[in-house]
């Protein structure tokens, strides 16, 4: 006896929010849930722009079509994978670089790091857009500047060796500021204590660095890694503008393929089963990424 | 009471009913019924879709004159030119009331939207719009089925539904320099083989300074239009005449590819161009990088517009060059007008279309704001062929062209598959035969 009571309080406090995660719940379901599940079921049917009327059933055969059928689809998951880890490698190893140099406390360095942020208050697409011009093989700026030092160069938008990287710069150019961001934001935690401590014995800048400040930054370069990642991984307008995917399809990323799909071939159940296709390798790569902040980060409050 | 479930469920029955038959009456044939009154109409706000480059600045002091006599407001809505088409398909497909005035790029639209479109005879009918004052084949791009559509067989041309209205002409021309041509002592070409010579004897009089011809071939909708004046001048075509067979497998086809793949790497063509779209090559222009041009006409007046071009007043036109003793034969595009059959504003949104595509209205745009007219008498004002002496070959052009094909897969056909087989031939990825080969495989699977 007795104990009534307290367990339904208890059960209040265990349940009392509930009604308080009811709102996200519902932005959440209409906002996400449905267009997923929506998705889903189209990518299970034949359905044509042209005619939305129509709906056929027709199991997996947009999947197996697209892994089997499709040849364009293997081609672009390679494109992507390049695009994805070559410019999210840049985007850190950048990020790192420049945010220690914006965290050394001289002149200028409260500007330097306004002018760092730049990018990310551009648009993608103006961005692009400059970029084109600046990549022009005839009249670009670019190719200028490199014949003045007695350079030829390439024509970056038009030959199929160099327009992925191309668009790759683009997209370093414009997201390396969210790495320095973050990086920037986690140096302050760096306790300065301990660094004067390792100076005290000895230790230069390019040692505490090394072996203090990016153990500290570890948390700080998960979450670049996996926002940036996702984020590459479905990148869409940068490469839109620059190339739409020419020439000759080398800068075709999965995005610019389901656009593609959905809306020149009006096929909708192909074009959601390649978004299906993006989803669950999002997924995998996110679930890799998790697994392994779990692992390296030193669990607290237990001896 | 009255707010039982019953009465509830009753009230909303009757209401739909009368929603159903109201929809009815409005989509009755305006013919029996009198023209609204002009005052209705006024106060109304339409949407109408354009291409942002060219087509826009064309259009808006006109349509700000529409505003100013009728009352009536007008949103225009802009796409780039290798967008509208599918942004168009997204509103139509979702049966949108969104867009009141569509602009409609010829037979590809119609092929896919004329499901959509408000049949305009009727309202041609009542308001006595005299239809025989435009180019024929301008005209008949705004029907469905017509010449250029799937078809049944007989089918006689002038007999489809009128869907829209042309507004504004484009054949492919040969825009060309006047003091390049006068500096190598060349006239302009009558032939393709003639053409290829000529830039030639420029790219290598000039060193490179000025290359002979600019091409647009990024992989994008414009490299397929520029093959199509080389491909129907040799004489193939991508589709049978009853738009159901690809037709690539045809030697001429490859010869023609091969014909406009060696422009650019025999090193005639500019260096960017397989990233060259539309602006890049009309930079590349107005700087003054190339000497000839095979596009549409209303760029004429983009090289030779003294505020951006360099090269402004240099510009003359002459027609695509023929091939083996024919005639070339250019791609026309152009642009209809049609009423949004799901518009809750059709009567405002025919007024405007009435407007634009009036013969005053098409010779104030062609002379003030450098629009191609679509009515053929336009072509023998004095201001205007004094203002624009290229409009003569435009209206030769228009009248023996032939306009891109309508059916239902034309736009995967066009800009995925014919877009990439082209690029790739052209930056030397795939030899032309085996791009010709690819495609006709690729196309036959879509036909299918």
Redesign the interface.
């Known amino acids: 006896m007795g104990h009534g009571p307290t367990q339904s309080r208890r059960r209040q406090e265990r349940w009392g929010f509930a009604p308080y995660l009811l709102p996200a719940i519902l932005v959440l379901a209409v906002a996400l849930l449905y267009p997923l599940t929506y998705s889903l079921y189209t990518s299970f049917h034949e359905v044509s722009l042209y005619d939305l009327s129509r709906w056929d059933f027709v199991g997996i055969d947009n999947y197996t079509n697209l892994l089997f059928g499709n040849p364009a689809f293997w081609p672009s998951l390679r494109v992507t994978g390049i695009f994805t880890v070559v410019s999210v490698f840049l985007e850190v190893v950048l990020g790192l670089a420049i945010a220690l140099l914006l965290n050394i406390a001289i002149r200028g360095s409260k500007l330097a790091r306004t002018v760092v942020l730049l990018p990310m208050m551009l648009t993608p697409i103006v961005i692009s857009l400059i970029w084109k011009m600046l990549f022009n093989g005839d009249v670009g700026l670019l190719n200028y500047g490199l014949s003045t030092v007695g350079i030829d160069g390439p024509q970056w938008l038009g030959d199929t060796s160099w327009a992925l990287t191309a668009v790759i710069v683009v997209e370093v150019w414009q997201n390396t500021s969210y790495a320095v961001l973050i990086f920037l934001a986690a140096l302050q935690g760096v306790p300065d204590d301990v660094i004067e401590a390792a100076h005290v014995d000895g230790a230069g800048w390019w040692r505490s660095t090394w072996h203090i400040v990016i153990p500290f930054l570890r948390p700080a370069l998960v979450i670049v890694l996996i926002i940036r990642t996702l984020f590459a991984f479905r990148a869409f307008e940068t490469v839109f503008a620059l190339t739409s995917g020419g020439p000759a399809d080398s800068t075709l990323i999965l995005s610019l393929f389901l656009q593609r799909t959905a809306f020149r071939s009006f096929d909708l159940g192909e074009a959601s089963a390649i978004g299906w296709v993006m989803f669950l390798l999002a997924l995998a790569i996110s679930v890799v990424y998790l697994l392994a902040l779990r692992e390296r980060t030193p669990k607290r409050g237990r001896r | 009471m009255s707010d039982s479930p019953s009465a509830r469920r009753r009230a909303i029955t009757a209401l739909s009913a009368i929603g159903i038959v109201a929809l009815a009456v409005s989509g009755c044939a305006p013919s029996s019924e009198p023209a609204p009154d002009p005052s209705d109409l006024a106060g109304q706000t339409i949407r109408m879709t354009v291409v942002q480059a060219g087509f826009r600045p064309a259009m808006e002091p006109a349509i700000a004159r529409f505003t100013e006599e009728t009352g009536i407001k007008v949103e225009l809505v802009g796409y780039g030119g290798?967008q509208i088409q599918?942004k168009t398909?997204?509103e139509v497909?979702?049966r949108s009331s969104n867009i009141d005035v569509y602009a409609l790029d010829g037979p590809p639209y119609m092929a896919?939207m004329h499901d959509a479109l408000e049949p305009l005879q009727p309202y041609v009918d009542r308001d006595g719009v005299d239809l025989d004052v435009y180019i024929p084949s301008m005209l008949e791009m705004g029907r469905y089925p017509s010449d250029f559509t799937q078809k049944e067989a007989g089918y006689k041309s002038g007999t489809g539904e009128v869907l829209g209205l042309p507004v504004r002409i484009g054949p492919h021309i040969l825009h060309y320099r006047k003091d390049i041509f006068e500096q190598f002592g060349l006239e302009a070409p009558k032939t393709l083989d003639e053409l290829r010579e000529q830039a030639k004897t420029i790219t290598e009089g000039t060193n490179g300074e000025v290359y002979g011809v600019a091409l647009e071939?990024?992989?994008?909708l414009y490299i397929v239009l520029q093959w199509y004046d080389i491909l129907w001048s040799f004489g193939a075509d991508v589709f049978d005449e009853t738009l159901t067979k690809a037709t690539l497998d045809d030697p001429r086809a490859v010869e023609a590819t091969e014909y406009f793949v060696n422009l650019y790497q025999d090193g005639y063509a500019?260096?960017?161009?397989?990233?060259?779209d539309l602006d890049?090559a009309v930079?590349?222009l107005q700087?003054g990088?190339a000497a000839m041009y095979p596009e549409y006409f209303p760029r004429h007046a983009v090289l030779n517009d003294p505020e951006a071009s360099k090269t402004a007043g240099q510009w003359i036109a002459a027609p695509i060059p023929g091939n083996d003793g024919n005639p070339g034969v250019a791609v026309v595009t152009g642009w209809s007008l049609g009423v949004n059959k799901y518009s809750e504003h059709k009567d405002a949104a025919w007024e405007l279309i009435k407007f634009l595509t009036s013969p005053e209205v098409q010779l104030s745009m062609a002379v003030e704001n450098g629009n191609a007219p679509t009515v053929a008498s336009v072509y023998e004002d004095a201001k205007y062929q004094e203002l624009v002496p290229a409009a003569a070959v435009a209206l030769e052009a228009a009248q023996s062209s032939k306009a891109r094909s309508g059916l239902?897969?034309i736009?995967?056909i066009e800009?995925?598959i014919l877009?990439?087989e082209l690029?790739?031939a052209?930056?030397g990825?795939?030899t032309p035969a085996q791009a010709m080969k690819d495609a006709q495989q690729r196309i036959t699977d879509?036909l299918k």
Do not use: C, H, Y
């Open positions: 290798d599918e398909q997204l497909s979702s896919t071939g990024a992989q994008s500019p260096p960017s161009t397989p990233s060259a890049a930079a590349l700087q990088s239902p897969g736009l995967e800009q995925t877009a990439f690029n790739a052209l930056v990825d795939k879509v």
